[in-house]
């Protein structure tokens, strides 16, 4: 079985501050992580993955995460936030290609002129 | 990256009624996923749409209340059936195995459902 913890349901950082949302994951099986986010009345948007591979992960928008095994977490983070940025982040699990996803509960993330 | 067209996007419906949501892919995906997101709640995985069979139901949900078809490689419905105000939700399908797939999956835009 797998599942995914995002402590806080809320984070919000002011323009240009940096950006962190924290990921932990349970896994039976080596995972694959996903990032994924949502703007208001959208669909799901694909940040960045972990499959395999490099550990540091970039993805669009200037985002990336870091897949550290011996902490089980895939923390997603941004230098410097935009307002373009706030949004509902969703970290998510599976035990591979072509699999069904466990997501978490997901974070708002506001950003503050 | 994949284009998933749902439909309808949004709906208003009569408790005691049935909607039907349709899915469709513009390529051939191995698998297709229908996903409960409740207000102000993360994703729910309802069920896998297998091609050729029975849906895969999770735990807590019934091909009764949800029937699910998948009559090709690009194509599914979800049936919210009998409705109350408690399915009021957004209804998202998925999918992996996209040829502009690399492991992850793709979703389309949802269905906003409003029971009333």
């Known amino acids: 079985a797998q599942s995914v913890t995002q402590l806080g349901s809320h984070v919000s950082v002011s323009e240009g501050a940096l950006v962190l949302l924290r990921c932990n994951y349970s896994?039976?099986?080596?995972?694959?992580l996903f990032w994924y986010v949502q703007y208001p009345n959208q669909g799901l948007q694909l940040l960045l993955k972990y499959t395999t591979g490099a550990t540091l992960v970039k993805g669009i928008n200037g985002f990336e995460a870091e897949f550290k095994k011996s902490e089980t977490s895939f923390h997603l983070t941004k230098p410097s936030a935009h307002m373009s940025d706030a949004a509902e982040y969703f970290c998510a699990v599976s035990t591979g290609a072509n699999s069904k996803l466990t997501f978490g509960k997901g974070i708002t993330l506001s950003v503050r002129p | 990256s994949a284009v998933i067209s749902q439909k309808p996007s949004r709906d208003i419906c009569q408790r005691g009624t049935s909607l039907t949501i349709q899915c469709q892919v513009d390529?051939?995906?191995?698998?297709m996923f229908w996903y409960r997101q409740q207000p102000g709640q993360s994703l729910t995985l309802i069920a896998t749409?297998?091609?050729?069979?029975?849906?895969?139901?999770e735990s807590g949900f019934v091909i009764d209340k949800f029937p699910i078809s998948r009559p090709n490689l690009t194509f599914s419905t979800l049936t919210v059936s009998n409705m109350s105000p408690e399915d009021s939700s957004i209804y998202l399908c998925s999918v992996v195995g996209h040829a502009a797939s690399s492991g992850e999956a793709f979703f389309g835009q949802g269905t906003r459902l409003t029971v009333v």
């Open positions: 749409a297998n091609q050729g069979s029975e849906a895969t139901y």
């Open positions: 896994s039976s099986v080596p995972p694959y």
């Open positions: 390529s051939q995906v191995t698998m």
